[in-house]
């Protein structure tokens, strides 16, 4: 990862984390659909970085969250979850040729298919493991499911956006 790369990935961690705490916090859809956008921040960052480093950015990145949404350490918890399963899960939706050095995971660069299909699930498990926590396991199956699903594709659908209005696709040579 070069000097130049590494100061945009901080500076977009920076920004996802200042629209996650000021302005997304509050807003709820239908009393059950989260928008945790800042997961996305942990998601596009570089193919090439180590578990070990996503994972203590991820620590970190979630404990700030944390302390702007009083949560003690349960958005801390759930990025490092789906930053440890990252890895595996790019590994496991490599496609035929690699991919090129460089690369952020982007909707652009590396197509609908397949963001669609590293990203949703890592949401998913990030939301899940979210709202059990929050919930100790007390809730009902239903509202559980409620709250994980609709959170999911509200967070998905916000993060699509976002990427259609300000990420360009990397220009090859």
């Known amino acids: 990862m070069t000097g130049s790369s590494m100061v945009r990935a901080l500076f977009s961690l920076f920004l996802y984390f200042l629209v996650q705490v000021f302005v997304l916090k509050d807003i709820v859809l239908f009393g059950d659909a989260f928008c945790f956008l800042y997961v996305f921040a942990l998601l596009l960052l570089p193919l090439e970085v180590k578990t070990m480093s996503i994972m203590l950015v991820g620590f970190f990145f979630g404990l700030s969250v944390d302390a702007f949404y009083d949560t003690t350490g349960m958005h801390a918890a759930t990025t490092v979850l789906i930053t440890f399963v990252r890895a595996s899960w790019v590994k496991a939706n490599t496609p035929r040729g690699g991919y090129e050095d460089n690369v952020l995971p982007t909707l652009m660069n590396l197509g609908p298919i397949w963001f669609v299909a590293y990203s949703l699930p890592l949401i998913l498990l990030h939301h899940l493991a979210f709202f059990y926590i929050d919930m100790a396991g007390t809730a009902s199956f239903s509202v559980l499911f409620t709250k994980v699903l ?13 990427q259609l209005l300000f990420y360009q696709r990397k220009r090859g040579i």
């Open 150 to 162: 609709s959170s999911t594709f509200f967070t998905f659908i916000l993060g699509l956006i976002v």
